[in-house]
Every structure is written in structure tokens, then in C-alpha cells.
């Protein structure tokens, strides 16, 4: 009977390689023991066959980013910044995916959720392992333009959308002009900056209108798009915020 050993051993012992060659190749989804892809290294291996994909990269595990359509019935794990949130897993890929990210375990670990929505908020989240990404939404965070759809109800005072747009106060201080229109009969969306929790809400009761459901639509330049409820994608190379 064989003794097992650890599949990164195994692995550069019969390739051969370096055993952080080996880690490499297993970390990064190219190394299957029976046909089913393995990535962790200290995986146990003794008669099994190990395979090892033919288009396999010697390359570290790039940190990603990843764009979640948050369900209204959802409650973001923001008090555990580092765990990850139950509904981003490799079942709930969007099928739009045109990424071509090679999806991996180490893909769902270690996410930091950036630019919360206050409760009863559905729409675009972003969850990163990107240092960078983290820092870019926390310091233009009252720079960089979001947009919200709100679902509204009750009649519009005679100047409420020019108030909407400039001239309300919140907390007591006046609120930065930002842009606001009718999407449809029911439907108004904001574009604004340095949004706080609560802000939408108490422009529109001023006006005479209450807000019966909010969705984030876009952060900066990325938008969510056909992505749907409960569903996430990679965020591409070239995207930025």
C-alpha cells in the first residue's frame, strides 16, 4: 500500500518541478486527481491518477473583483468584512459571464465588501480581494457618481423635481446638487454623489413622494447592467470605477 502524501509533493516529484512550481500549477485549477479538479496542496494523494491540464500557467492566483446583484431580501455581511457572502459561489455565476476568468475556490475567500446599501436596498455590490479596488471606492467615495432607481408612490409637490435636484437639506446641511428624472410613471432616478443612508428617502418625502423600494444601478463607471438578482460576474480587466 502506498503512503500518501501531499499532492504538491506528489505532483513535483513526477513532473518534475519545484514544489512551489507544483503549489502554482494546483492553486491555480490545473491539477485534477481522478478527473476532478483539485486545488488545495496539502490534498492527500497515494494510487490516484493525477493529471495535469495541458494549457497549464506557471502563474500566481490574481486577486479579483467581483460584481454582485444584491437580492432586496439580502443582508450584506459587512459586520465580517472577510467572510464571504453566502450567495457568491460558483452556482450563482452569471451565465453572461464574458470575463474569461478561470474561476477558482480561492476566488470566494478573503472578500472585502466595499460601498455598502442600507437595508431594504437591492442592486450592485462589489466584493474585492484588490487592495487597490478597496481603496479607490473609500477614498472617491464622495466623488465618485452613483446611480439609484426608486420605485416611488403619492403625488409630486409642484416643485419637487427641481428641489430633488438642488435645494433640500439633509441632517441639517444642504444637499450637493445631483441629477434626478422620471424613469416612468412610477420610477425616478438619481445620479449623485457622496450618497448617505437615508438621503433618497427623505428628499422624496419632502417632496411629497415615498420611496416604496431602491436598486443600486451603477458605481462610477461600472454599471450592473443585465446582471441578475442574486447573480455576480467577475469584474474585467479593462473595467474601472
Not at 493529471?51 to 444584491?70: S, Y
Not at 475556490?105 to 472578500?111: D, Q
Not at 437595508?119 to 472617491?140: I, Y
Not at 422624496?204 to 436598486?215: D, E, H, N, T, Y
Request: charged share 20%; aromatic share 8%; proline share 8%.
Amino acid at each position: 500500500m502506498t503512503v500518501p502524501v501531499r499532492l504538491a509533493k506528489y505532483l513535483a516529484s513526477s513532473l518534475p518541478c519545484s514544489r512551489r512550481e507544483a503549489e502554482l500549477y494546483i492553486e491555480g485549477g490545473w491539477v485534477s486527481v481522478e478527473g476532478l479538479v483539485v486545488e488545495e496542496p496539502q490534498f492527500m494523494v497515494s494510487q490516484q491518477q493525477v493529471t495535469l491540464h495541458p494549457d497549464a500557467q506557471l502563474t500566481p492566483v490574481t486577486p479579483v473583483t467581483l460584481l454582485f446583484n444584491q437580492p432586496f431580501d439580502y443582508t450584506p455581511a459587512d459586520t465580517a468584512p472577510l467572510t464571504n457572502p453566502v450567495q457568491i459561489n460558483a452556482a450563482t455565476q452569471s451565465p453572461d459571464d464574458c470575463s474569461g476568468i478561470h474561476l477558482l475556490k480561492r476566488h470566494f475567500v478573503k472578500l472585502t465588501p466595499c460601498t455598502p446599501l442600507e437595508r431594504n436596498t437591492g442592486g450592485l455590490r462589489v466584493f474585492t480581494q484588490d487592495w487597490r479596488v478597496e481603496r479607490k471606492l473609500k477614498e472617491d467615495a464622495q466623488t465618485m457618481e452613483q446611480e439609484y432607481v426608486a420605485e416611488v408612490a403619492g403625488e409630486l409637490s409642484p416643485e419637487g423635481l427641481k428641489l430633488l435636484n438642488h435645494g433640500l437639506k439633509f441632517n441639517g446641511k444642504p444637499l450637493a446638487p445631483c441629477k434626478v428624472s422620471w424613469q416612468n410613471e412610477t420610477r425616478l432616478r438619481f445620479a449623485l454623489k457622496g450618497v448617505m443612508p437615508g438621503q433618497i428617502a427623505h428628499a422624496c418625502q419632502a417632496v411629497g413622494l415615498q420611496v416604496l423600494s431602491l436598486k443600486r444601478l451603477r458605481i462610477g463607471r461600472i454599471s450592473m447592467g443585465k446582471l441578475q438578482p442574486g447573480q455576480w460576474r467577475y469584474l474585467m480587466p479593462h473595467e474601472r470605477f
